[in-house]
């Protein structure tokens, strides 16, 4: 699978996915105000983020034909 996650878009998923690892292990200590169900959903998004900034690869963005990624600069036309 190729790259399909920019520099910019790279920096946000790592951001997004600390802020919401940070708010499940909050949910899990009891630290904050949110449901018990919210714990296991923020660490699944946690992940995901994660994951995909680290490989530069989403599924989803594959299946919607979307790249963030910068075109080619020394490609001829």
Same mark, same amino acid.
């Given at each position: 699978?190729?790259?399909n $996650?920019?520099?910019?878009?790279?920096? $946000?998923?790592? =951001?997004?996915?600390?802020? =919401?690892? $940070? *708010?499940? &292990? =909050?949910?899990?200590?009891? *630290?904050?105000? &949110?449901?018990?169900?919210? =714990?296991? !959903? &923020?660490?699944?998004?946690? !992940?995901?983020? &994660?994951?995909? *900034?680290?490989?530069?690869?989403?599924?989803?963005?594959?299946?919607?034909?979307?790249?963030?990624?910068?075109?080619? *600069?020394?490609?001829?036309?």
């Amino acid at each position: 699978m190729n790259q399909n $996650v920019g520099a910019t878009d790279k920096r $946000v998923r790592t =951001a997004v996915g600390a802020l =919401a690892g $940070v *708010a499940s &292990l =909050a949910t899990l200590a009891g *630290a904050a105000p &949110l449901p018990d169900l919210a =714990a296991p !959903i &923020l660490g699944v998004v946690a !992940i995901a983020m &994660l994951a995909t *900034a680290a490989t530069g690869t989403c599924g989803l963005y594959a299946l919607l034909g979307v790249d963030t990624c910068p075109a080619d *600069a020394g490609g001829s036309r």
